[in-house]
């Protein structure tokens, strides 16, 4: 087995799915990189985000992307993706069922 294929055996399943259809490998980097982003971004806005001013929003969304660029390096060999989607889903899950508990109590007043 050479070198090559060891790595892509390691990868988990995300990354090897990007670097196995996409056509060269920079291209993958920079898909996986961007899915990281995405997916951070939607955790952050279901979980954590408030009402900011502009600037400050600005300020967090640049700390989010120089983040994700360390969490790609990592979801090579790591469930970071698979961690992201987990996330979001729970917190999914949280908004939907505190939006059926507000209207079951504005409906019950």
């Known amino acids: ?3 090559q294929q060891f790595v892509y055996d390691k990868m988990y399943p995300t990354a090897r799915v ?3 259809f996409l056509p060269n490998y920079n291209m993958a980097g920079y898909a996986l990189y961007l899915v990281i982003f995405l997916l951070s971004v ?3 806005k279901l979980g954590f985000a408030k ?3 502009l600037s400050q929003n600005i300020v967090i969304y ?3 992307l120089l983040g994700c660029l360390m969490l790609t390096f990592l979801a090579f060999f790591l469930p970071v993706v698979e961690g992201l989607i987990v996330a979001a889903m729970i917190l ?3 908004k939907i069922r505190l939006h059926n508990e507000k209207k079951r109590s504005a409906s019950a007043s």
């Open 1 to 3: 087995m050479n070198e």
């Open 18 to 20: 990007l670097y196995e």
């Open 42 to 44: 939607l955790v952050y």
């Open 51 to 53: 009402k900011l001013r």
């Open 62 to 64: 640049i700390f989010l």
């Open 92 to 94: 999914i899950l949280y």
